[in-house]
């Protein structure tokens, strides 16, 4: 099969695409009998992220598959095809949700305990709601406090593959825009945090959480083209 036609399929189905498309479902674009190998699709991939280098979209893969997406140092710009106020999330909501992604799976207790004030329930409603994190079991102490982790679509939207490529938290630290403290009690029972969980079905998107405990404007933090100091990476795609 000619290379130039699957590079060219390859690139019209990203672009196409509302999300992140995985290699099989990238294979099943192809006749019967005469789809490309994965080695062939990485390939293809490979060259269409090389051409993409001097150009104003990337092609970046994501725990879900590829997606072609605009510049992170072109968001500010193109944002101003879209006027309308971007969806905002308060620094206590980024920073509850950064514990949670660093320190998985953990109580909301904990949370509280690194951060020093209660966490508002709206936050864990918003961060759930988004499918970002989900309660993936329960500590084995007195009440079975639940454990909250990421899920899938958190490093979808993040533009991460794995957890590995979360920034160090000494990096967020220095930015100084999450005021994280790394004296969090250790995790008990032996639980590890998860490479990359499943998200369970989504519950909806989320209205702005803006009102948290830190309350506040002055406090509010944009979830588009730089966020949380680069929490992680916040995607330089648009989301409807």
């Given at each position: ?32 009998g ?31 598959g ?33 514990l ?36 993936v ?36 630290q ?10 969090l ?5 032996g ?16 209205a702005d ?15 588009q ?16």
């Amino acid at each position: 099969m000619n290379e130039s036609y699957v590079k060219n399929v390859i690139e019209a189905a990203l672009l196409a695409a509302g999300s992140p498309v995985s290699l099989a479902d990238l294979a099943r674009l192809f006749p019967d009998g005469a789809a490309p190998e994965p080695a062939e699709l990485r390939a293809q991939l490979a060259r269409l992220a090389a051409e993409y280098e001097e150009r104003g979209i990337e092609l970046k893969e994501t725990a879900s598959g590829w997606r072609i997406q605009v510049r992170r140092e072109l968001a500010a710009e193109i944002s101003r095809l879209w006027p309308e106020r971007t969806t905002r999330y308060s620094r206590a909501l980024l920073e509850t949700l950064a514990l949670i992604a660093y320190r998985q799976p953990i109580t909301r207790a904990e949370i509280e305990a690194v951060r020093g004030v209660a966490v508002n329930p709206n936050i864990i409603r918003t961060v759930i709601e988004r499918n970002w994190v989900r309660v993936v079991g329960h500590r084995d102490v007195p009440g079975h406090p639940e454990l909250l982790g990421t899920t899938r679509d958190f490093l979808d939207y993040f533009g991460l593959k794995t957890l590995d490529e979360l920034p160090p938290l000494a990096q967020l630290q220095a930015m100084g825009e999450v005021n994280l403290q790394l004296a969090l009690p250790a995790q008990a029972d032996g639980a590890e945090a998860p490479e990359a969980l499943e998200p369970e079905a989504s519950g909806g998107d989320a209205a702005d959480a803006g009102d948290s405990e830190d309350g506040g404007d002055e406090d509010e933090l944009s979830a588009q083209g730089g966020t949380s100091a680069e929490l992680v990476a916040a995607p330089a795609h648009r989301e409807d």
